[in-house]
């Protein structure tokens, strides 16, 4: 398969546009919008029959924040610098940051908010200081990652950043997306579904300057004037490419995505000299809460020992149980607190008893080893202390209440959700780089065609991948239209 | 910068050879005599003014075995099965491995110590059953790897497999290439240091077809009528390419390598089409032995918790380090035991003390952590159990001797040897293939140029580097003439 075309080889456009979106989903949205709001003739070409992508199919939670605050923020007294965002996306992600991608983000995140509110997504002015992945509260901010938890609250002052549509609970996706296609539609982009790109098609001087669309089972050669941007998802939908660069989880992972997150984006983008990066990372989702109260059980793993701080965000739950020996870990908790957590009814106990000592032997775990974990921990609980794992004293509470159960959340019983981080490296403005560091010229990548902003799964949060693909995929078309000499 | 140049471009040609091996290191040296055995013309070029590579800068230890034993093996009356030799090597690197190409390493590995031994590389019939990373006894056979330790142990029949040249201690990969550059000399191989290749040159049917090489300040074109291997080395002395893929290493890794390993070959290969895999996997070397006393000491995180078996390879340490808070570690050990270990002389004592207690407050460890964890192995151990970690016996001894001391080897204060394992996806036999699994048509790699047998650092053994790159480097070879039509 060839995914590159000569020029020479096209005999003739069918069509020719400023610009070409390939891919319909959150990041190609909003590029589309941004290319029409600067008077740009956009061509935008959807696989599937309708748009939405992965981001239809999320809860829309968007992690947003700086500049003193969203408007949703200040308008619930929540300040938050620009500075401290900044502070938190470097410590989620350390020597693995794109340092000017970050800036970028933090500075124009408030912004991004005020626009999707201008395009109509409704968002109410109304905090959840609760613990959960995506609340069902209606309200409309909400911490979502580990702003709270050791070692972010530590040197970060914690701020609620996630942005949720107003009552949709899971179904914030298809507020936003409906609204968004709504727009985009509005605005005058020609939207073709039922289209899928199979090759670039590249000049005599090293340009992209066109797609081959195979449609109707014809294909069909189109030029874009200005640019065409990438925005065609993840790879976790694609067999080959994930045992390839996240072997150690296909045996088991739950693919999390549309199923056209087959990684086409980044393979047209190599194939035109751009450079996959990240791509062993992965989102692994151990959602041990909601509810919140299992946050009191500790996670020990195969030696009986705790390993993590529990009020961690699942992802970074996640990346912790992979570490350990056979990606095995269980919960440990009580009779008070015990519950099945909503994302996983399917948990297994695996041990039970009125004596912790029971419930290991039982569980096959070093004699003496849960036992002393327990003991340990609840008598520094007992004081509202942590001093392995700084738990933070909200969650700290003796499990003393018989009868003791041991659940399994074991990565390959558990089959948690994974998704990849990984994808083209490109500028803040979707430009696509090569392995030198050069522009692919005519080339742009959004969403998680791109490496975004999260970029291991330990320091993701709830809300990094939809205002990442959204964001972006605006400045991308916004840079299509200053190159193209549009406002 | 260009990496690629069409055929049409260039003018024409100043020289012409069957095939053409970039690097002369250890698996170029290989290839080259592979290709003067079949009377193909062979030109061999280099960047640096003489040959070797790292290869050169190694022990040499190969890591070989299967098909009874090799010739050393079975003298010494060690037999070691291809099933055997297989099925350690699929644990050491589990869903990431290779399963063609460890096949083929396994079939081939005992007559490839033969065609060593023929090339006239001395061995000696002596087996060193201790524990060291490279023997300095002059023995030629050792352990090199985690065979004897769990979980490897439990399931694998251990088997001393470390082969090294004869008294050369860590200078066998001198004798080594000293050898393999006589006999490619010898063979008639047309070798050109102080040529930097520069670009590949592609013809209109998509295959390359011939070099651009820098020497005296002057490109030259050159072509290949039958294949060209990269063989030019990893990545780790570049510095945009690590801080890209193993970012979190780059901070305080000691890089480990000739200065020439900086991805040439890899960048040379993906601008051909050819799919870069594993990059951001790598060598993370903590060698707390020699002297082989230390493993009786028991490693502790910042939570003061024990994390491995000590018994393992140094660079199976090292990744589990990195997993820990803040990559940090420590070894607990008592005067019966405490030495420097050979390799980190400049380790820190970071806390002292008559008793356990001691110790752990003036390192700050939390409460009772490390009072915990001695008093838990020295209980086990006495019995001659670690049901924690599973380290074996010939190493539990309870630690009892005051004074105790906690030495730092958290990796930034210990700052370890480093380097990359990711490369150019190839078929076992060289061919350098595409993100879809095609063939880059007369492209070739091998060495750290391509992703080999080793693909973690928590799998990888001493000999495992040096063992891939010479045996893939002859396939490479024999696969050109073969295409060649040469026997």
Redesign the interface.
């Known amino acids: ?1 060839s995914r590159i075309i000569p020029r020479a080889q096209v005999e003739s456009f069918t069509g020719s546009f400023d610009a070409i979106v390939c891919g319909f989903g959150g990041a190609g949205a909003c590029a589309a919008l941004e290319l029409r709001a600067a008077g740009l003739e956009v061509l935008v070409l959807e696989r599937f029959s309708a748009g939405g992508g992965s981001t239809r199919l999320s809860a829309c939670e968007m992690y947003l924040g700086g500049s003193g605050g969203t408007s949703l923020q200040r308008d619930l007294g929540i300040a938050d610098s620009s500075e401290n965002f900044e502070r938190y996306l470097l410590q989620c992600f ?3 940051t794109d340092r000017a991608r970050v800036r970028a983000f933090v500075d124009g995140a408030a912004g991004h908010f005020d626009w999707l509110e201008g395009q109509g997504v409704p968002y109410r002015r109304s905090l959840f200081a609760g613990r959960d992945v995506v609340t069902l509260t209606g309200d409309s901010l909400q911490y979502t990652g580990n702003e709270r938890a050791w070692p972010f609250a530590a040197s970060v002052t914690p701020v609620p950043r996630g942005h949720l549509p107003e009552d949709a609970g899971h179904d914030g996706g298809k507020v936003l997306m409906d609204v968004l296609m709504q727009r985009v539609a509005e605005a005058g982009a020609d939207i073709r579904c039922d289209h899928r790109v199979t090759a670039l098609i590249r000049d005599d001087s090293g340009r992209i300057c066109g797609v081959e669309v195979k449609a109707d089972n014809r294909l069909q050669h189109i030029e874009a004037r200005s640019g065409i941007i990438l925005a065609m998802g993840g790879f976790i939908m694609n067999e ?2 994930t045992a ?2 996240i ?2 989880l ?2 088991f992972c739950t693919r999390h995505g549309n199923p056209g997150d087959r990684g086409d984006g980044i ?1 047209l983008g ?2 035109a ?1 751009g ?1 996959a ?5 992965a989102f692994v989702g151990v959602a041990h809460y909601p509810p919140a109260q299992l946050t009191y059980g500790i996670f020990v793993n195969a ?4 390993f993590i701080n529990e009020d961690v965000y699942l992802a970074r739950l996640g990346a912790a149980i992979a ?1 350990q020996t056979d990606m095995r870990a269980c919960m440990f908790i009580d009779n008070q607190y015990f519950a099945r957590p909503d994302y996983h009814q399917t948990t297994e106990i695996i041990a039970t008893g009125d004596t912790v000592a029971e419930v290991e032997e039982e569980a096959g775990l ?4 849960l036992q ?1 974990t327990v003991a ?1 921990y609840n008598e520094q609980a007992a004081q509202g202390a942590d ?3 700084h738990k933070s004293p909200d969650w700290l509470a003796p499990l003393v209440t018989p009868p003791y159960a041991l659940v399994d959340y074991s990565l390959p019983q558990l089959q948690p959700t994974c998704f990849t981080l990984g994808g083209l ?1 490109t500028l803040p403005t979707g430009e696509v780089l090569t ?4 522009i692919v010229p005519g080339l742009y990548a959004a969403g998680r065609s791109a490496a975004g902003i999260p970029r291991t799964g330990a320091g993701y949060a709830s809300g990094m991948s939809v205002a990442d693909a959204t964001f972006f995929g605006r400045l991308a078309g916004r840079q299509i239209a200053a190159s193209a000499g549009q406002p």
Chains 1, 2 share one sequence.
């Open positions: 398969m350390g020597a693995f080959e490419l390839q660069h072997p150690q296909t045996a393979l190599v194939a000299g450079n990066i990240h791509m062993g990372q030696q009986g020992q705790r570490n070093p004699p003496g080893s002393h340990y001093p392995l794992f490296d392995v030198d560091g050069e």
